[in-house]
């Protein structure tokens, strides 16, 4: 189908969607009970919107549209305490993460949804193997044109995201070395990386969209699994590079940087994006993924080597004057203190340390969750 029309929406406004983890209480592996916990929660008021994903282990939460920090962190901690309090009546536990340390991937269940079963048929083990758990920022945009301006312009900032996010150090029963592990897995896809490098939305629409599809390899936006991508039926551009944390407070964090870091962006005060940008990019990514705030990054412009976690504390104080602005400012102070102490892929080994096993670190991510 030709690609929908931008629509325009009230510039930095911002929603959130985390996939969750569903975890059996009695051995805290992953359970297919996505079924019946939906079935459950359509019973009564749900504040906000709660969808399956791929399998019958995973859900997604979506908040409303919020344009403050306050409106959008209240609002998942309820849509939260919602989520623990129907989990406790199935005897599930509910968490974050990117990934989930130990489940076998040849044991889940395609949720039984059109789509679903188009991908599964498409892709193989890789939709099985896609019960990974992420978050996205949808950040509104008045034009296609900015929306297109800010997707190339935050390429320089993905890293950011991925070291503050990093949540998924375990799969399969080991530890990858990796602090988000879970984009690997996301690379595997033909649709996946970076958006083509296109300023116009004209151009982008014809000259790009337009063949994709004549090719029959894409037939909507949803078959892209780009790190940014457009979402013109929204008016969005939608951020996918973040693990699901391990807390809301956290995801609401990162959702009103990514704010702060549009507004500033959308000021034309830095140098234009460009196609060479993306040079490092890859690099770039490899090593949040890899390392996370311990990571090096090449800069896009100056090529200049940087300490990512000195990076990160760098823009979040130049971002400080537009966090108050949008009413942000307890946002970049949480993310300021996670860089400070250490991400959520390293409180994960902390828990493995502690417990000495998998079962006690994922029981410590439920906990955290519930926001004990």
Known sequence: MPLEPFKSSQPLTMGVELELQLVSLSDFDLTASSPDLLHLLSRKPFPGNVTPEITESMIEINSDVHTHHSELVSQLQVIRDTLVQAGEQLNIGICGGGTHPFQKWAERRIFSKPRFKEVSELYGYLAKQFTIFGQHVHIGCASGDDALFLLHSLSRYVPHFIALSSSSPYVQGNDTLFNSARLNSVFAFPMSGRAPFTQSWSTF?????????????????????????PK?????????????PLTVERAAALACYLQALCRYLLERREVAPAEDDYLVYNYNRFQACRFGLDGTLVHPKTYESLSL??????????????????????????LMQVTHEGSDAHYLRQQFERSGSAEGMVDAAIQRFRGH
């Open 309 to 334: 976690r000195e990076d990160i504390l760098t823009t979040l104080r130049k971002m400080e004057p537009h966090g108050a602005a949008l009413g942000g400012t307890a946002g970049l102070q949480h």
């Open 232 to 244: 013109p039926e929204y008016g969005t551009i939608e951020l996918r590079v973040c693990d699901t």
């Open 205 to 229: 629409e014809h000259e790009y969209f337009a063949k994709m599809e004549h090719t029959g390899v894409i037939k909507s936006m949803k078959d892209f699994y780009w790190d940014i991508r």
